[in-house]
């Protein structure tokens, strides 16, 4: 399993949909534009800026999901959501997608690659917008799609704090400066894979 960066060269990654929605690119009614030249010019805005919009998970080729994330001054939408609008320094995670929506380990496994790849560039912060469902049985979900917004659980979970909240909504922000690198593999791994094989007598 691995994560790669979403950009203009493997955009075909996104699903249909994704590839031409512009709900976070403009501040215009949602499907008032029928093609694409709109989002595309955002992309490569984005991608000029950050190196990347977003990342995919894939299992060997199999695209299993993916979050789309972009500097807060490039998201025209936010600025009229609730609770909003986002601070100046930060980015935006905007919304994510998992074919099985109830995976919340590569959720949260996305979120940590998301996190590392804009610390790795040298961002300051991440924010996303949050609200509570009512029904417990999504509490597998990270995203709730129907309203384009995260869980707060899920966000206060992976090291989000609330900073201001409207209404239903709350917008939450991770200093990325307080993110501490780990390795991947184990101490007890790294031993294991020091021994000396045993040679049979």
């Given amino acids: 399993m691995k994560a790669v960066d979403l950009n203009s060269a493997n955009r075909d990654l996104l699903g249909p949909l994704c590839r031409s929605c512009d709900w976070w690119v403009s501040a215009r009614a949602h499907g008032e534009s029928d093609d694409d030249a709109t989002r595309r010019v955002w992309e490569e805005a984005v991608e000029a800026t950050s190196g990347f919009f977003g990342r995919a998970l894939l299992d060997d080729n199999e695209v299993l999901g993916w ?14 959501l609730p609770a909003g609008p986002p601070s100046a320094d930060a980015h935006l995670l905007l919304c994510s997608y998992f074919y099985d ?11 940590h690659e998301v996190e590392s790849a804009l610390k790795t560039r040298g ?3 991440l924010e996303a917008f949050a609200a509570r469902h009512p029904n417990e049985d999504e509490a597998l979900r990270g995203y709730i799609r129907e309203k384009n917004l995260f869980r707060p659980e899920v966000l206060e979970g992976n090291g989000f704090r609330p900073v201001r909240r409207t209404a239903e909504v709350t917008r939450y922000r991770l200093d990325l400066n307080t993110l501490v690198p ?3 593999r184990s101490r007890a791994r790294r031993e294991r894979e020091k021994a000396p094989a045993i040679q049979p007598v």
């Fill in 123 to 125: 961002a300051t912060a």
């Fill in 101 to 111: 929506e109830e995976y919340l380990n590569g959720f949260q496994r996305l979120l």
């Fill in 182 to 184: 780990v390795a991947r």
């Fill in 67 to 80: 979050m789309q994330v972009a500097p807060a001054h490039l998201v025209p939408r936010a600025s009229r």
